[in-house]
């Protein structure tokens, strides 16, 4: 193996972000002062940095194969360094707010982004690991940063808890994979697997074992169970980033998964994720319907999406990918707006999380009621705000592939889960009006803004979005 | 020019006054609609005049494009010939008449502007029926003049028997319809299109079409069936003619203009306007001539025995219109026209009298609680003898003169229907100078019933009521005499020029004049004989229809209960309906179909309640579930794969 043949240079934005977060760490330890709002700004920075250096796009294969780069790996890319750059904008006021200014918050989002791109590019079940690992040691910590609040400490060890048990299992599962095939790299395996025949039934239980681990990440049924309490107890900026940038990367990561390595067993797998996701799609549009915190909600809301996303594996084609990364980027941008005027219920200093708490915003804040009204009609399918787009696209692929049933059951669910987004407008809009908030901080009216933006005009320029989508899914299936 | 003027100047005024009714006040939307009117009938009878005698080429005027839809035409267009021009004279100056006379009528009334814009709109519905180019234009005037008649018999929507009757109409009419607008469709597949002049120049081409619905039939046949049925409902016949006696519900003006004089004869103009086809399908013809021979006889002896005065009349109108059908059925349609022109005058004339009598009576409608006033109204009593003479068919009176035509024509049919509309007729000539007389003599002579209040305010009507009926009466006496040679004559084409169209064969016109004798005088002798009978029993000898009535108690009540038509309707129809709509409302709807989303909405709302359940917080069971969930899916996996 020579020092060309290992490629470096296309892991180039991971390295660069990590050297700048290893940085701002040092800068952070040594500064006398507390340094939370100018990390967050250098960090920010490093996002944007790093996203330059993806989007030429230097693609090949690096690290002997440990390491991909590609279109799908460079569009996952950007999505997740975008959500994340947003997150820590809506983060900046909200710490400095309910006292959580310290500079490690925003280096933690940033390692945490390096283990997602890492995730994005992995071509062997071991950078697969390493990269979820990274990601989710990040997590861990993040969502327990509100150390002297029960809840946030308590979300964050059953993050832990839960998140050690599915490593396990994703491991033990890469353990089988690699004893009953010999070898962990994709290429190799998809090589291995050319003939769906000689899958051993120990293989078979590996597979199962790893796209347990990685739904436990995207929060699908039945490793769902620690969303609802996470994203309550977390501090609300670290819940905006967990349903974003988290869910984008093992999504992708599932995804590339299943299609480069498993790709033959696709009728095998298949059935699976059509389990699944069904049942995320179910659990997510009833369970939401009783919360009345509206974090809580949104864990409910997630699962649900997550469900759509799993059809549009599910029907393992092309076109299928393509609605997966196209709904991805349209839910990372209601995401991340929705949560941005979650963050800015705040009442004489304190933070609402009450879904009544709301009630009348459309007469207090009509700017702030419109951009939530927007999200919650885009997150419910309403055309033309850009979710109905992302079902669109999903649904179609499914009913191209006959997975009939799948559609049906998806068009039923959001019925349902349309329900509980829209009783959020009409709470806004028609409830008798309770005092009004305190003043939004501009960061957050901007993080609304541009969110609110993308979902409503999405469906004039959809080409851009679209045709990279659909290059980046057919780099899968070459 | 003048046609469309005609037609559109009522619209303008029924829009003016429906919108700005409120704002200008009652007396500017009279002045308004009666300017209208009058402008509508000025141009009208000018039309009329310069078509028929001033040798004004026929032809349509053409008003721009309604529908084009591949094969399917339909345009806006006057159609501007004798038939339409006569009809348009009749109804602009018969309702410019009852506008005028409205203003005295709806003098005490709290919304004059509504009515008369009401008036208005039925008037440019009924011009535009009349002279309409196509099936589809018929059909919006026919229509229309249904809505204006539910609005007009509702007229007083806080009487419920008003609301009643005016759903009773537009519902009753509905069945009709439906006739109606299958039989355009009808047309429509058999000649590939609606418009009248495109039809007619192909009728040679379709004689042996046939259609095929409970066996197969001649095309012409079923077409005429349908477009009568349309005009059974329209027209009050038999069968379809509950509508007509409760439309009496509505002001008067309203009964003398559309359920006498207008609107009720729009089927007659159908089956006139429809000749070139009708004259091909005899099997039709034959039904028509049944069912208006019916409907002659039937009313009669209904009219004979009712005691509220506007249902004597409506009655009569019901039984005229069969008149009208028989001669069309038996293919006279000149003559049918030409009776539909002389009732128009002399029916409005009874209406607007009777209008006059209620008046005077202070709103009173019994017969039996009037008598007595004939010198304290005489200009009334004067006009109503003239109209009853007219509708008696006594020289030189115009129903003289149309219905004797009839009855000859029918007469001269020689067929064995056209027997029995003429003896129909006949027997229903008696009847009706029958109860013209009893009307005539109840209503004026005798004792005064009424109490002495009411007698008190009896007085004659102003001059805006009567200047309209005694011109009225002018019409009733000499329309008869002035067209009769020329509808009828030997030379009718030179009048109706190409719109009636007759088979070669159809010489009942030429017929009619060579029939025996006693035919053409058995009408007036029947007629004679009946006011005879109403003057022995009403004038002569008042205690003895009491006593004819509670002999033959049996006949009485069922003539009194109008054959029961009501109850029967009523219990085979109305009242199974009703059941059958309140199971499905009871069950259908709130049950089962307010059922499925309520019952979803329940289970969504326990399984979310179920969901969550689980969500209780433990860290063992969470991971418990997870490998529950783990354990399933490599189950599944392993099973099925």
Not at chain 2, 266 to 292: C, E, H, K, Q
Request: proline share 3%; hydrophobic share 55%; net charge neutral.
């Amino acid at each position: 193996m020579t020092w060309t043949a290992m490629n470096w240079t296309l892991a180039v934005p991971e390295l660069v972000l990590a050297c700048c977060g290893m940085g701002i760490l040092v800068f952070g330890v040594l500064s006398k002062r507390e340094t939370f709002q100018l990390c967050s700004m250098l960090t920010i920075g490093a996002f944007l940095l790093t996203g330059v250096l993806v989007l030429p796009g230097a693609y090949g294969v690096g690290y002997s194969g440990l390491f991909t780069s590609d279109a799908f790996s460079a569009f996952v890319k950007l999505l997740v360094l975008v959500a994340a750059a947003l997150c820590v904008v809506v983060s900046l006021d909200y710490n400095e707010h309910v006292n959580l200014r310290r500079f490690e918050f925003p280096v933690l989002m940033l390692f945490c982004t390096v283990g997602m791109m890492l995730m994005a590019s992995a071509s062997n079940l071991m950078t697969m690991y390493v990269g979820t690992e990274l990601m989710s040691l990040a997590i861990y910590v993040l969502a327990a940063f509100a150390r002297d609040e029960l809840r946030s400490a308590e979300a964050g060890l059953k993050y832990f808890v839960l998140g050690a048990l599915a490593s396990g299992l994703m491991l033990y599962g890469i353990s089988l994979v690699y004893g009953f095939s010999g070898s962990m790299a994709f290429d190799k395996l998809a090589e291995a697997l050319a003939d769906p025949a000689s899958a051993s039934p120990g293989l078979v239980v590996g597979i199962v074992f790893i796209v347990a681990g990685l739904a436990f990440k995207v929060s699908a049924v039945p490793f769902h169970m620690w969303t609802p309490d996470v994203y309550e107890g977390a501090p609300t900026s670290i819940t905006a980033f967990l349903g974003t940038a988290p869910k984008v990367a093992p999504m992708a990561l599932l995804v590339r998964a299943m299609a480069t390595p498993f790709g033959q067993l696709l009728v095998q797998w298949q059935q699976l994720i059509v389990l699944v996701s069904i049942a995320s799609m179910l659990l997510g549009s009833l369970a939401a319907i009783g919360q009345r915190n509206i974090k809580r909600l949104m864990a409910y809301s997630s699962i649900g999406h997550m469900g759509y996303v799993l059809i549009g594996l599910a029907a393992g084609s092309v076109d299928g990918i393509r609605g997966v990364l196209i709904y991805l980027v349209t839910y990372v941008f209601m995401n991340v707006g929705t949560f941005a005027c979650i963050l800015a219920m705040r009442r004489r200093g304190k933070m609402l999380e009450g879904i009544s708490d709301l009630a009348g915003l459309g007469r207090t804040d009509p700017a702030m009621a419109l951009a939530f009204a927007v999200f919650m009609f885009g997150m419910a399918g309403i055309p033309p705000l850009s979710g109905f787009w992302g079902k669109y696209f999903i649904f179609s692929a499914a009913v191209q592939q006959g997975m009939w049933t799948l559609a049906v059951i998806g068009v039923l669910t959001s019925v349902v889960g349309a329900y509980y987004y829209i009783n959020i407008v009409k709470v806004m809009y028609f409830d008798a009006p309770e005092e009004a908030f305190d003043p939004r901080p501009a960061s957050l009216s901007f993080v609304a803004a541009v969110g609110g933006l993308f979902t409503t005009f999405f469906f004039v320029f959809p080409a851009p979005v679209v045709a990279a989508a659909e290059a980046a899914a057919k780099v899968l299936f070459r | 020019m003048l046609f469309a003027v005609a037609v559109f100047a009522p619209l303008l005024g029924s829009i003016v006054a429906g919108l700005f009714g409120k704002a200008i006040g009652d007396r500017a939307a009279q002045a308004v609609t009666i300017l209208c009117m009058i402008l509508a009938s000025i141009c009208g009878v000018s039309a009329f005049v310069s078509l028929v005698y001033g040798g004004a080429p026929a032809g349509t005027v053409s008003l721009g494009t309604w529908l084009d839809a591949g094969t399917f035409h339909a345009s806006w267009a006057l159609r501007y010939d004798a038939l339409s021009a006569v009809m348009v004279a009749m109804v602009t100056c018969v309702a410019t008449l009852i506008h005028i006379y409205s203003v005295g009528y709806m003098s005490h009334d709290s919304t004059v502007w509504r009515f008369f814009s009401y008036l208005s709109l039925f008037s440019f519905a009924m011009l535009m029926l009349v002279t309409a180019d196509n099936l589809l234009q018929l059909f919006f005037g026919w229509e229309g003049v249904g809505l204006a008649s539910y609005l007009l018999i509702g007229y007083w929507y806080d009487r419920p028997s008003a609301c009643a009757a005016a759903i009773k109409a537009f519902v009753v009419n509905r069945i009709g319809d439906l006739g109606f607008a299958v039989g355009i469709a009808l047309v429509f597949v058999t000649f590939g299109s609606i418009d009248f002049s495109t039809i007619f120049a192909a009728v040679g081409q379709h004689q042996s079409d046939t259609y095929s619905v409970f066996g197969t039939w001649r095309a012409y046949e079923v077409i005429g069936i349908l477009l009568f049925i349309g005009a059974m409902g329209k027209s009050a016949q038999l069968g379809l003619h509950v509508w007509l006696p409760d439309a009496m519900e509505g002001p008067t003006p309203v009964s003398a203009l559309i359920h006498a004089a207008t609107m009720v004869t729009a089927g007659v103009f159908l089956m006139a306007r429809f000749s070139p086809v009708l004259d091909y399908a005899p099997g039709a013809l034959a039904f028509v001539t049944f069912i208006g021979g019916s409907t002659a006889l039937f009313a009669a002896t209904v009219g004979c025995v009712q005691n509220d005065i506007k249902r004597v009349i409506a009655y009569s109108t019901c039984s005229q219109l069969g008149y009208m059908f028989v001669a069309a059925g038996v293919g006279a349609y000149q003559a049918s026209i030409f009776h539909l022109l002389t009732h128009a005058f002399f029916k409005a004339l009874l209406f607007l009298g009777a209008g006059s009598v209620i008046h005077a009576m202070s709103d009173e409608q019994d017969m039996r609680k009037m008598g007595g006033i004939w010198k304290k109204i005489p200009l009334t009593y004067a006009v109503m003898w003239i109209g009853s003479l007219a509708l008696g068919g006594v020289f030189p009176f115009a129903g003289y003169y149309s219905k004797d035509a009839i009855l000859e024509a029918a007469w001269a049919s020689e067929t064995a229907i056209g027997q029995y509309g003429f003896w129909c007729g006949l027997l229903a000539a008696g009847l009706t100078a029958f109860y013209s007389w009893r009307l005539l003599i109840l209503t004026f002579h005798g004792k005064p019933r009424a109490d002495h209040h009411t007698m008190e305010h009896v007085h004659e009507s102003p001059a805006v009521m009567t200047v309209p009926l005694l011109l009225l009466a002018a019409g009733a006496v000499v329309t008869g005499f002035v067209f009769h040679e020329q509808l009828l004559g030997e030379h009718w084409q030179a009048f109706w020029g190409n719109s009636i169209q007759i088979a070669p064969t159809n010489h009942v016109l030429h017929a009619m004049e060579e029939v025996p004798g006693w035919v053409a005088l058995s009408p007036s002798v029947i007629g004679l004989f009946g006011i005879a009978v109403a003057y022995l029993l009403y004038m002569a000898m008042p205690q003895v229809p009491a006593q004819l009535a509670a002999t033959f108690g049996g006949v009485y009540r069922f003539l009194l209960n109008k054959w029961y038509f009501d109850e029967l309707y009523d219990a085979v129809i109305v009242r199974p309906y009703f059941a059958l709509s309140r199971a499905l409302w009871q069950v259908g709807d709130a049950t089962i179909i307010d059922g499925i989303p309520n019952g979803l909405a329940t289970l969504t709302t326990d399984s979310t309640a179920q969901v969550v359940k689980i969500q209780n917080g433990s860290i063992a069971v969470y991971a418990f579930s997870m490998l529950i969930g783990l354990v399933f899916l490599v189950s599944i996996f392993l099973l099925f794969r």
